[in-house]
């Protein structure tokens, strides 16, 4: 098993512990203690946020990723500036937001004229876009130096720790609203900190070289130019993924964005092997494309598709066969606030097809961003960024906030379509084989199968019905196709081992 096989499996480790974690402040803490406009505020501050953090870095993320390998090599650490440049760079982003928010404040309120309590609170988001900025400014140089499993668990497992230990002194009255939003602002910097310590006590970084390098002054046209194209892209990219939330509490109100954010935190769910193979696959991916070893990315490339699909099919069935249960559990909790949660089961179907389709194209948009061609990559989030921005107003307006799914939907799927059409012309790369089609055949007519099961009346034994039989099922068909050899090795010997030490304590 190979490192990105071994550092992604810990990741995801860490990466699925905090979507349960998350799950349980989405799924059950906030609708029992907040109301749905509350939610739909808290889901506002963390996608501006992400969006606002995201233009802050102006451009240096990327280039962190694909030329500190440069550095490392020809300077060493203590010789090395790129980390006081890039957050030089992060600090003057910032300043820029703030010039930008300050001078256009009332029109920022005005504009959140169905979402007053947006507006109130509008001022909390710059501290909470700062923390996250510098969190990722370090989290990129931690990538960098194979630090991805630390990284994923302060940012998917820690953040939502700490969101749980809010929410609960928040719950039994420890906190009022606004003091729970102060401290949710300044979440990210108990990670920050610790991410910052990890990495000088590494003896592989270190902020304190200020001159300029050879290096530096060789490669700075071309780490501009890069950085231009890839930001743009990825900002694009953020705010094709965020602006459905914007025009959401633009148009119709928080207690809709509180709605949209659980279907989309249950979608996400099908994100959590991908986010572990970004983190390690990015400098793996830059080195190979360094060292011109094109048979490790394609690789690379055919077993993310493989395994990416496999547990996308496995996650998207166990979330379809379970969705109404879900509903149930949610208006049940919240009755209080008066339910309301059903157009959460076709907006998660919806959104879940979306995702399973992202999975399926593997790797793609790290190989490309990793390449000479890394403009390509700017093109295409901008295409994603015209197509899915006029598309979610069309469609919100006319079919609500199924609207906004079916076009997620329409937009992954074009975007994706092009950059596997790219990666198939420029290279020959194309990962997929006839196992792969009769294997996603076969766990469509399996989930269908499963669905047909009797429902009994209490929700919990149909989630535990329902989802053991698919899960035996698909393994079952797992084994017969065989699609992705690593990940069924793997389970089998989970499986073996679980089964040893139950025979030891027996």
């Not at 690379?300 to 996650?315: D, Q, T």
């Not at 307006?397 to 799927?413: K, P, R, V």
Request: aromatic letters at 16%; proline letters at 3%.
């Amino acid at each position: 098993m190979g490192i990105i096989q071994k550092q992604g499996i810990k990741s995801s480790y860490f990466i699925f512990l905090g979507f349960l974690i998350g799950a349980i402040n989405l799924l059950v803490l906030f609708p029992l203690f907040f109301s749905k406009n509350d939610q739909g505020l808290v889901r506002a501050m963390i996608d501006i946020g992400a969006t606002l953090s995201v233009f802050c870095t102006l451009g240096t993320l990327p280039v962190v990723y694909k030329f500190y390998p440069f550095y490392n090599h020809y300077l060493g650490t203590n010789k090395n500036e790129l980390p006081f440049i890039t957050l030089m760079i992060n600090l003057l982003g910032f300043g820029i937001l703030l010039l930008i928010g300050w001078n256009n404040k009332e029109f920022i309120i005005h504009n959140l004229g169905k979402s007053p309590s947006l507006g109130y609170y509008f001022s909390y988001i710059y501290p909470y876009t700062f923390f996250l900025l510098i969190f990722y400014w370090l989290e990129a140089f931690a990538w960098g130096l194979h630090k991805g499993v630390m990284t994923n668990f302060l940012r998917e497992t820690a953040i939502r720790i700490l969101t749980t230990i809010l929410i609960l002194l928040f719950g039994f009255h420890y906190l009022n609203l606004n003091q729970f939003i102060t401290l949710f602002s300044c979440i990210y910097v108990l990670p920050m900190l610790y991410l910052l310590f990890s990495l000088i006590r590494s003896g592989q970084w270190s902020i304190s070289n200020f001159k300029i390098s050879a290096v530096t002054k060789r490669l700075k046209g071309r780490m501009i130019s890069f950085a231009l194209f890839v930001f743009a892209g990825q900002f694009f990219n953020l705010l094709a993924r965020t602006n459905d939330t914007f025009m959401i509490v633009g148009l119709k109100g928080l207690s809709d964005a509180s709605i949209f954010a659980i279907a989309t935190y249950v979608s996400a769910i099908l994100e959590i092997p991908q986010r572990s193979l970004t983190s390690i696959s990015i400098p793996i991916l830059a080195k190979s494309w360094k060292e011109k070893d094109f048979d490790n990315i394609k690789h690379i490339y055919h077993k993310s598709v493989s395994n990416l699909l496999a547990v996308g099919l496995l996650l998207f069935g166990l979330i379809w066969l379970n969705i109404q249960n879900l509903v149930s559990f949610l208006n049940w909790v919240s009755h209080k606030q008066g339910g309301g949660y059903d157009a959460i089961v076709n907006l998660a179907f919806i959104m879940g097809l979306a995702k399973l389709i992202d999975l399926a194209t593997g790797v793609n948009a790290q190989i490309i961003g990793t390449s000479n061609y890394w403009k390509f990559d700017f093109f295409t989030n901008v295409m994603f960024v015209i197509i899915s921005i006029p598309l979610n107003y069309y469609l919100i307006q006319h079919y609500d906030l199924t609207g906004l799914a079916i076009s997620n939907l329409i937009a992954y799927t074009l975007y994706n379509s092009v950059r596997f059409a790219f990666l198939y012309k420029k290279f020959n790369l194309q990962p997929y084989r006839w196992k792969h089609g009769l294997f996603v055949l076969l766990s469509i007519g399996l989930m269908l199968l499963v669905h047909q099961i009797p429902a009994p009346a209490n929700f919990v034994w149909n989630i535990a019905i329902q989802s053991t039989v698919y899960a035996i099922g698909f393994y079952l068909l797992t084994v017969w196709i065989n699609p992705a050899p690593e990940i069924l090795d793997y389970a089998k010997g989970f499986v073996q081992k679980q089964l040893n030490r139950f025979v030891k304590q027996g």
